[in-house]
Nanobody
Framework: QVQLVESGGGLVQPGGSLRLSCAAS????????MGWYRQAPGKQRELVAR???????IYADSVKGRFTISRPNAKDTVYLQMNSLKPEDTAVYYC??????????WGQGTQVTVSS
């Protein structure tokens, strides 16, 4: 069984920064991609950033140039560096592990609140 442990959320002022971490543990044979999604109140969950096993990353247009996803040494940990945060970035952020044809796993979510 695979577990995802997220950390790094919190309250930050507009223009501030946060770094989210997601560590996977358990029996993991192959990871196709790791990513971050977010869900704001009353809205659907949306992709924020995703990085595949070959290092290719994609970002939502709303975060390009401000957020950076990384997965050092292609290990079982993924980070999301969030800079120049805006109030509209407020949401619960979820880590996602994509095992390709073997399914996926979600973290429990971490709250990010951007407010003065």
């Amino acid at each position: 069984q695979v577990q995802l442990v997220e950390s790094g959320g919190g309250l930050v002022q507009p223009g501030g920064s946060l770094r989210l971490s997601c560590a996977a543990s358990g029996t993991i044979f192959y990871i196709y991609a790791m990513g971050w999604y977010r869900q704001a109140p009353g809205k659907q969950r949306e992709l924020v950033a995703r990085i595949t096993s070959d290092g290719t990353s994609i970002y939502a247009d709303s975060v390009k140039g401000r957020f950076t996803i990384s997965r050092p040494n292609a290990k079982d940990t993924v980070y999301l560096q969030m800079n120049s945060l805006k109030p509209e970035d407020t949401a619960v952020y979820y880590c996602n592990l994509d095992f390709g044809n073997m399914g996926e796993e979600w973290g429990q979510g971490t709250q990010v609140t951007v407010s003065s």
